[in-house]
């Protein structure tokens, strides 16, 4: 499975618009890339999912170049309640063993 | 609509016994799978089951086993608790079944607390 790169930490105030980035230079062909969020104590839960290009849904927008060799999550108008530790994986479809790194902890400042 | 539901929620082990940890998946979905997650790590893949059987496993020893029954539920065992398996396990339900659909997107319970003392 792919590995991603992405920082560990980032701080945010409220009401801003939060990008997240992730690194995965080593890619496939057939690998979709994917977010997932988690709070303290909880699962992790989906956010977005993409192969190419631009992907949108009612929580979040996920860009992705031509090359494919890096993703960026964004996050319209961050709440106290968005953070979390934000996750990036990369994988073929239907492949549901998920490789998490440590993800990048998001802290949304008042 | 229930999600995966996990019992218990908090355990408290000594090194050397067992412990069993319990998972209900989401409903309409036949796959389960487990991870561990240590204290700011990532979760860690553990091992996937779908039609009662094992059909993946990551990087674990053997004194991690599982099992899934007729209804989909499963369980974890570990045997011989050592002092690095505290963690946060979760259960993760997918529907492969059918040929991928949701395929990459897994549902996960809230996890089980498993310390080790």
């Known amino acids: 499975l792919a590995k991603t790169t992405q920082p560990i930490s980032m701080d945010s105030y409220e009401g801003q618009e939060v990008n997240i980035t992730c690194s995965h230079n080593n890619i496939a062909t057939n690998d979709y890339i994917t977010w997932y969020q988690q709070f303290p104590s909880q699962g992790p839960r989906f956010i977005i999912q993409?192969?190419?290009t631009k992907v949108t849904n009612e929580v979040a927008s996920l860009f992705i170049p031509a090359d494919r060799k890096s993703s960026t999550l964004s996050l319209p108008r961050v709440s106290l309640s968005d953070t979390a530790v934000y996750y990036c994986l990369v994988g073929p479809y239907g492949n549901n063993r998920l490789a998490f790194g440590k993800g990048n902890q998001v802290v949304v400042i008042p | 609509d229930a999600g995966v539901t996990q019992s218990p929620t908090h355990l408290i082990k000594t090194r050397g016994q067992q412990v069993t940890l319990r998972c209900s998946p989401k409903s309409g979905h036949d796959t389960v799978s487990w991870y561990q997650q240590a204290l700011g790590q990532g979760p860690q893949f553990i091992f996937q089951y779908y039609e009662e059987e094992e059909r993946q496993r990551g990087n674990f020893p053997d004194r991690f086993s599982g099992h899934q029954f007729p209804n989909y539920s499963s369980e974890l065992n570990v045997n011989a608790l050592l002092l690095g398996d505290s963690a946060l396990y979760l259960c993760?339900?997918?529907?492969?079944?059918?040929?991928?659909?949701?395929?990459?997107?897994?549902?996960f319970g809230a996890g089980s607390r498993l310390t080790v003392l």
């Open positions: 993409g192969y190419k």
């Open positions: 993760a339900s997918s529907l492969v079944g059918t040929g991928g659909a949701g395929a990459n997107v897994l549902t």
